[in-house]
Nanobody, 122 residues
Framework: QVQLVESGGGLVQAGGSLRLSCAAS????????MAWFRQAPGKEREFVVA???????TYLNSMKGRFTISRDNAKNTVYLQMNSLKPEDTAVYYC????????????????WGQGTQVTVSS
């Protein structure tokens, strides 16, 4: 079992920045691919970015240049730095983990956090 706890969400004005954190516990963190997804009201959960155990990254094209994922295996934590935020980035952001390679599909991730709300005002 892996437990994931997100933090760092909040209210920010358009153009601002936030850094989300996801703390993992329970198993060897370094062997897991980690990802961030988000879900806006009335919409399906969508992939944002992922990072593999080797540090390789996969981004949704629209996020490139604004969002950056990183991981600190010593701290069992993955981060999402979000810059130049837009109102359309408003959503609940979820951290997810799976063994093996990164994926952009919700169904490929076994472990999920409870989510953290990000609200971007115009």
């Amino acid at each position: 079992q892996v437990q994931l706890v997100e933090s760092g969400g909040g209210l920010v004005q358009a153009g601002g920045s936030l850094r989300l954190s996801c703390a993992a516990s329970g198993r060897t963190f370094s062997g897991y691919a980690m990802a961030w997804f988000r879900q806006a009201p009335g919409k399906e959960r969508e992939f944002v970015v992922a990072i593999g155990w080797s540090g390789s990254r996969t981004y949704l094209n629209s996020m490139k240049g604004r969002f950056t994922i990183s991981r600190d295996n010593a701290k069992n934590t993955v981060y999402l730095q979000m810059n130049s935020l837009k109102p359309e980035d408003t959503a609940v952001y979820y951290c997810a983990a799976t063994l093996g390679d990164t994926s952009t599909y919700v169904s490929d991730y076994v472990y999920w956090g409870q989510g953290t709300q990000v609200t971007v005002s115009s």
